[in-house]
């Protein structure tokens, strides 16, 4: 059975850092394009990175653009979203994806590709 499970959310102050995990079992994550999105109280759900299945392309939205980075660790089956210079509108439920589609940095960012997710850990940014 395919699972993703997201953990690192937390309560930060603005300018603070976190790194959010996303951990997948039952497939090999290094085979599927991962995205990392996130939806805050009465918005859509938006995309926030993500990386493609093989080598090290990734993409991100503007909104969070030097200030995260996606990553990999295949040996941990595990996708990484470092979160740096916080600021309260990163305040969200983030969640984690993966599908398997052919890349196009766009597409990558589009919700409605994917069709597994994980349960989402919440962030909050406030002092």
């Known amino acids: 059975q395919l699972r993703l499970v997201e953990s690192g959310g937390g309560l930060v102050q603005p300018g603070g850092s976190l790194r959010l995990s996303c951990t997948a079992s039952?497939?090999?994550?290094?085979?599927?394009?991962i995205g990392w999105f996130r939806q805050a109280p009465g918005k859509e759900r938006e995309g926030v990175s993500c990386?493609?299945?093989?080598?090290?392309?990734?993409n991100y939205a503007d909104s969070v653009k030097g200030r995260f980075t996606i990553s990999r660790d295949n040996a941990k089956n595990t996708v990484y979203l470092q979160m740096n210079s916080l600021k309260p509108e990163d305040t969200a439920v983030y969640y984690c994806?993966?599908?398997?589609?052919?890349?196009?940095?766009?597409?990558?960012?589009?919700?409605?590709?994917?069709?597994?997710w994980g349960q989402g850990t919440q962030v909050t940014v406030s002092s």
């Open positions: 994806a993966a599908a398997q589609m052919p890349w196009t940095p766009i597409a990558c960012l589009d919700r409605k590709i994917y069709p597994y």
């Open positions: 039952g497939f090999t994550l290094n085979t599927y394009t």
């Open positions: 990386i493609r299945r093989s080598g090290g392309t990734t």
